[in-house]
């Protein structure tokens, strides 16, 4: 369980902060009218329909909910930054000193997941890149690359595990999945040679790659025709689809198998 993480218990203790303050400071500023509807709200009221319409919004986007619970906190601790903006700007300063040092506090992850290989350069190379047999003892690869100071590769996670929970394991339908993680942090030249950006700035970060026989089969997110990255986030029964995992006779195997019988004919 993620809660009792002190990552969550000091960013609910500094939420709770507030209602102290709002009790013992001056309001009268947020009970002036509000911007947008004036006459029907205060402006605290209007803060607090935003807060809620902008937690809604993400909700459809999100790929698990705990990813909907961080966008959360962090909505609200803005919108409480700005109620104490209008309140009294000492107090507003101090809040604001302390989100910052909480902006640095990681966010919890699982590394304990039984299903999930951590796997350095070399363990990459002899485990993955070598893959190449035919028989179902022989894994088709799911590899995660990530980085701890991502947030969105650390909400993955857990979508990560549920997938190698259901599909890791003991062969199915005649094949094997086996599920690693790559940190580019420590495995820069594994995410180089996969065109991986692993700036602050990135966008491919989590990428998860289906390797096959050794080789890369398809990724996600996928590269446009003109060679940047397709946005948005892996959800779960997306990878499912795209990677083909519920399928029996997937269609990458059905082309190298295709390829063998050519090549035996000539």
């Keep these: 369980m993620w809660l009792p993480a002190p990552y969550y218990i000091a960013n609910f203790a500094l939420l709770a902060s507030y209602v102290p303050w709002r009790l013992s400071l001056p309001a009268a500023a947020l009970t002036g009218q509000a911007m947008w509807l004036e006459g029907v709200l205060t402006r605290e009221m209007e803060v607090y329909c935003v807060v809620v319409v902008l937690i809604l919004t993400r909700v459809r986007r999100s790929a698990s909910w705990e990813e909907v619970l961080r966008r959360a906190i962090t909505i609200a601790k803005f919108a409480e930054l700005a109620l104490l903006y209008m309140m009294d700007r000492r107090v507003f300063g101090a809040y604001l000193v302390l989100m910052a040092l909480l902006f640095l506090m990681p966010a919890p992850r699982r590394d304990d997941d039984p299903n999930v290989k951590p796997?350095?350069?070399?363990?990459?190379?002899?485990?993955?890149?070598?893959?190449?047999?035919?028989?179902?003892?022989?894994?088709?690869?799911?590899?995660?690359?990530?980085?701890?100071?991502?947030?969105?590769?650390?909400?993955?996670?857990?979508?990560?595990?549920?997938?190698?929970?259901?599909?890791g394991g003991a062969p199915r339908a005649g094949r094997r999945f086996a599920f690693g993680l790559v940190d580019v942090v420590y495995s820069r030249e594994v995410a180089r040679e996969f065109q991986i950006n692993d700036t602050y700035m990135t966008r491919q970060l989590p990428t998860v790659i289906l390797f096959h026989r050794g080789r890369e089969i398809r990724r996600l997110p996928a590269f446009k025709s003109d060679g940047s990255v397709v946005g948005g986030r892996i959800a779960y029964e997306d990878a499912v689809s795209y990677f083909e995992l519920d399928s029996s006779k997937p269609s990458f195997m059905r082309r190298q198998k295709g390829a063998k019988r050519t090549k035996k004919d000539a």
């Design 119 to 167: 796997l350095t350069e070399l363990e990459f190379a002899s485990q993955v890149r070598k893959a190449t047999g035919d028989d179902a003892a022989t894994p088709t690869w799911l590899v995660c690359f990530t980085a701890d100071w991502c947030e969105d590769a650390n909400l993955f996670r857990p979508i990560f595990s549920r997938l190698a929970a259901k599909y």
